[in-house]
């Protein structure tokens, strides 16, 4: 069984679509994260929820809007894709924030805006 | 600030060569570092990690880093790379709050 599940694998649409991308992670973690990874290799957290309660918002524009509906779920969706928002995004979870027992990352998602 | 810094952008090795990929932070309090692993289109495996102990710290695939509290260093080894071992390699750090990560450093090694 996968840990950390990411649908969909890729992802390309044009500049101004709505997209959601979801996470699912079956390892009773309580903590789900957002990650993205830019064309250079960059990773750079997003997003982070607790329980269903948001922790971290590291200054993303706010076209970019997570949903945690249950601990064991964090879905993206992003508002207007621009280009710059192509990048590969993977979700992770941990047990607890901060625990890296750690930290077990998801597939990712390639999205590509054109 | 909380920052992850690793200086070796990018290492070409040929098989057999030893391996040594620098890692800084700069935390205050309590870390723990990671190093973690991306094969050619896939995602970030854990190498090894470090809470506490010893500092020197064997992780998956024949790799170990050594944790130097007084240098803020984690610095990954490998005494003999294989060409299975080309990938982007991270190093990352967190405390209570979240995962950082270093820009990465891109090993190439050659038959």
């Known amino acids: 069984d996968t840990a950390v599940s990411q649908t969909p694998k890729y992802l390309v649409t044009q500049m101004g679509n709505d997209k959601s991308i979801k996470c699912e992670q079956n390892?009773?973690?309580?903590?789900m994260y957002w990650y993205k990874q830019d064309s250079k290799k960059f990773l750079k957290i997003m997003f982070s929820?607790?329980?269903?309660?948001?922790?971290i918002n590291e200054t993303v524009p706010n076209r970019f809007s997570p949903k945690s509906p249950d601990k064991a779920h964090l879905n993206l969706h992003i508002n207007s894709l621009e280009l710059g928002d192509s990048a590969v995004y993977f979700c992770?979870?941990?047990?607890?924030?901060?625990?890296?027992?750690?930290?077990?990352f998801g597939s990712g998602t390639r999205l590509t805006v054109v | 600030a909380q920052s992850v810094s690793q200086h070796n952008h990018h290492v070409i090795l040929s098989e057999a060569a030893s391996l040594e990929l620098g890692c800084n932070y700069s935390?205050?309090?309590?870390?723990?570092l990671f190093w973690y692993v991306q094969y050619p289109g896939q995602h970030l495996q854990l190498l090894l990690k470090?809470?506490?102990?010893?500092?020197l710290v064997k992780g998956i695939k024949g790799f170990e880093a050594e944790f130097i509290k007084s240098k803020f260093s984690f610095n990954l080894r490998k005494p003999s790379v294989q060409w299975s071992d080309t990938a982007e390699y991270f190093c990352?750090?967190?405390?209570?709050?979240?995962?950082?990560f270093g820009t990465g450093t891109r090993l190439q090694v050659f038959p």
């Open positions: 935390y205050g309090g309590t870390v723990n």
């Open positions: 992770a979870s941990s047990r607890r924030e901060g625990q890296g027992g750690g930290y077990t």
């Open positions: 929820y607790n329980n269903k309660e948001l922790i």
């Open positions: 990352a750090a967190s405390n209570t709050d979240k995962l950082i």
């Open positions: 470090y809470f506490s102990g010893d500092p």
């Open positions: 390892l009773g973690h309580d903590t």
